[in-house]
């Protein structure tokens, strides 16, 4: 069976399709592989969509405090630029704490560049992302209804 290459993710909105990066942040594929495969992204909602910024996503207690079980990953930086569309981890202050939560840039975000973890781009369905519901929380949120991986 060959490496998954390509993240489902079913919204309520849509399908969106994001090429995965291992060439970029190995680590942080495999973590968002796990995740998707074992069925931890399934109703989880986008609890912060920014106009204009990004859409994020990934934990579980709706409030961008939580995560997984799983131990915090360490920072994969590069420099592949945050433009729209570009798939990114969301962290704390300290670089090393990537866990589950996500974001996708709706925008271009240059000041984001090299200090989080670029691991995919959306090659299909941006207008889905796009179609969220915005706010800090969104009074009512966007989910994601399943995610999964194809080789």
Not at 23 to 46: N, S
Not at 88 to 105: E, K, L, W
Not at 107 to 129: C, I, K, N, P
Request: proline share 7%; hydrophobic share 35%; glycine share 10%.
């Amino acid at each position: 069976m060959s490496e998954p290459s390509t993240l489902v993710l079913t919204l309520d909105t849509g399908e969106v399709r994001i090429k995965l990066r291992p060439d970029l942040a190995p680590k942080h594929v495999e973590r968002i592989v796990k995740l998707a495969d074992d069925g931890f992204y399934d109703g989880v909602i986008f609890h912060r969509v920014i106009d204009g910024f990004m859409a994020q996503g990934g934990d579980p207690s709706g409030t961008g405090m939580g995560g997984s079980k799983e131990p915090n990953l360490a920072q994969e930086f590069s420099s592949e630029p945050h433009v729209r569309g570009v798939c990114s981890m969301a962290r704390t202050n300290d670089p090393n704490t990537a866990n589950s939560q996500f974001f996708i840039c709706l925008d271009d975000a240059s000041f984001l560049d090299r200090q989080y973890t670029v691991w995919g781009e959306v090659v299909e369905g941006m207008d889905h992302v796009d179609a969220l519901p915005k706010g800090e929380p969104p009074r009512n949120p966007g989910k994601i209804v399943k995610a999964r991986t194809e080789a």
